[in-house]
């Protein structure tokens, strides 16, 4: 496997790649709420989005536009979802990307348009009007920060990376910028990713990478594939590196998979540290279950149980609440063979406690900002790994007046 | 139908019924922490239970005994779930039974046990063994509210109920004790309740009824049936009004079934109400789905869903998040045919927001203690209705160091 190494530059780290970010006028001043990163040069698109049914005007605006699998830029804005807004929400979507596309004197069809913030208000889109034009003067490589900040919603820290790797006689680069913050539950976890890469790519190649890797860290994180109604992970590739075409299959694929996987990774983890009034990253491992998809329900129903996340929050050793939001997964497995622990503190093992030493120690690893809680469930092989984070009283505060 | 009065007394307002409730020493003194429950008469005995895969020792010994459906007795103690303890736990759970029969003078399979509190913590039996003599000294018509009492955790207030009908000639009593608090999620939702009545029903008429009552109550606001280590419903009836022995599929079975379910739902509704750190109490109804199971499940996911629960709590209209909740629940249906109103306010009609005027409106109806959630969904005949509550930051601080 190919050696990664991290570089400077989020999305505009590849080669061929501008981006900007500027205020529009949907969050209040100076706050930057509108986005831009385009390729010089036309590229192959891949999407992964929502599978909410009230998916929002725009994610089924660059679903369709996905079929042709080419694009050349992305236009985000945040601080209005644009969903549940109806016909002219699909019009105002429409009117976004053909501004982009005016003003970059690019084919419609070639911009992706995305858009997160509060639901069922219309879009403001004569902000965006006015702005579009000075936000395409601002391209540059230095742009990138911009526009990840301007993707931001709760976030309290923006989020940026850029990995690179040898494939063959070529260097890949691969950059990133994302927004998440509210990742307690499957259901607020609205994340927008937009990837670049200078890689040249199949268009199905880049589709089946996108999907694995996001499958394998967003979902992850958002604990459940079904979650807000704006998710959107959109990956541009440009080819600009030179390199043969990756197909799929090859290990020039593998290579790549792997690097687009760390960025996923990175990004996810980054979202998980800043969530909503979070001051923990939990990661819930589970082995021992009959297959994968059971260690994975059992993983989703720890990660989700809100007594355990409070636990978590009050660094308080409550393991019987871990092992019951297990017991409450709806997978069979015998309560005797359950074992429990914190990082290396086994705190139950076949069913029972290990006693009050062991929660003393146990309180002591949940000092800690990061740690693991690994399951054993049986002797079988299915295995999963999550991430999730504690409730706080913060999280409440945040979100109790959103749209006030 | 039969009316129904309300009637003083919790579980002795049935003829035939005494109850105590004692400090045993689980919890700290003065609190009581010992209950029980006898009849004079033998009597009919029914029970729901957890369907959580780690039931608590005391849960298995009465679905065991449940198999006779035959007792006088339950004994009931707070402070400890009895829950993950292993072998041990179901010896304390059987010794526990052993005396109460040994103090009573029954049979042993004649007296349930019911336990709640902290999971994972052995039984501390010895107590047990110091307070049952006294316990059974203090039995009396006047120790349903001490016995209502002693059954308490987070509650902060006593919940009890009785109630009475006329069927045919005789007059029917059905009371009822309760505790939960811990309501705002499926898996924390510990509820133990116990009910008393002296109709003469057949057994299967009487499971039937309270299978039935507990589906559409205390599974409606536990709002998942897969809830924790410890849930427990038993309903004893001893026969002392003289009726004719009820069964099922008469007009007499129907009219006891309205009183049980009755009798369920004011418990259910004072543990709602009564909600760990809640200020509020939410009817969730929808209706147009294509099945009652379907509108169950979209009724579940606004239920659960935290962003709609911290939003109540801050009286907050951002009923997008309500839509959305409806829109990851895995039903399909049409966005566009989506409705939702707050009491008699629409907010939303065919997939969109009805305006400022609207939210206004809608903030007004969220003041109130108590309001209605109604999604229409569709023109299809699929009903549910649930409740729950919202999320406060009180109710992390309560649960952030439960076992601390």
């Known amino acids: 496997m190919a050696t990664l190494h991290t570089v400077q530059g989020g999305v505009t780290a590849p080669g061929g790649f501008l981006a900007a970010g500027i205020h529009a006028g949907i ?103 006015r702005a579009v034009a000075p936000l395409v003067r601002r391209l540059g490589r230095a742009g990138h920060r911009q526009a990840a900040r301007a993707i931001m919603t709760t976030d309290t820290v923006c989020k940026e990376i850029a990995r690179r790797a040898a494939v063959g006689r070529r260097v890949l680069t691969i950059g990133g910028m994302a927004k998440g913050a509210g990742m307690v539950h499957p259901d607020m976890a609205t994340v927008l990713a937009c990837l670049t890469t200078d890689a040249a790519i199949a268009p199905r190649a880049l589709q089946a990478a996108l999907t694995r890797a996001a499958d394998e860290t967003f979902n992850c994180i958002s604990v459940d594939g079904d979650t807000s109604t704006n998710d959107t992970v959109l990956c541009l590739a440009n080819g600009q590196a030179g390199n043969p075409v990756i197909r799929m299959g090859t290990p020039a694929w593998n290579t ?30 589970v082995g021992g279950a009959k297959t994968d998809r059971d260690a994975g329900t059992i993983a989703r129903a720890v990660a989700t149980s809100l007594l355990v996340k409070t636990a978590f929050f009050g660094e308080d050793p409550n393991w019987g609440r ?46 800690n900002r990061e740690y693991t809680v690994t399951l054993s469930v049986g002797n079988r092989r299915g295995h999963a790994r999550l991430w999730t984070t504690d409730l706080s009283r913060d999280y409440v505060t945040i979100n109790a007046s959103y749209t006030t």
């Open 27 to 129: 969050k209040p001043a100076p706050l930057p709420d509108l986005a831009l990163v385009t390729s010089a040069h036309p590229g192959v698109m891949a999407g992964v989005f929502t599978k909410n049914r009230i998916a929002a005007a725009p994610v089924l605006l660059c679903r369709r536009q996905l079929r042709r699998h080419a694009g050349r830029a992305i236009i985000i804005n945040s601080g209005n979802a644009n969903a549940l807004t109806g016909r002219q929400g699909m019009l105002d979507a429409m009117e976004m990307r053909t501004l982009a596309a005016t003003h970059l004197r690019l084919p419609v069809q070639s911009v992706f348009v995305g858009s997160t913030g509060v639901i069922g208000r219309p879009l403001p889109i004569r902000h965006i009007r």
């Open 256 to 285: 790549f998979y792997a690097l687009l996987r760390d960025v996923c990774l990175s990004l996810a983890r980054q979202i998980c540290r800043d969530g909503e009034g979070c001051t923990k990253l939990v990661e819930i491992v």
């Open 322 to 367: 871990i092992a019951a939001a297990a017991g409450r997964a709806g997978v069979a497995f015998d309560p005797a063979g359950l074992s429990l622990s914190l990082n290396d503190t086994p705190v139950m093992r076949n069913g029972r406690g290990m006693g009050d030493r062991a929660d003393r120690r146990a309180r002591r690893v949940m000092r």
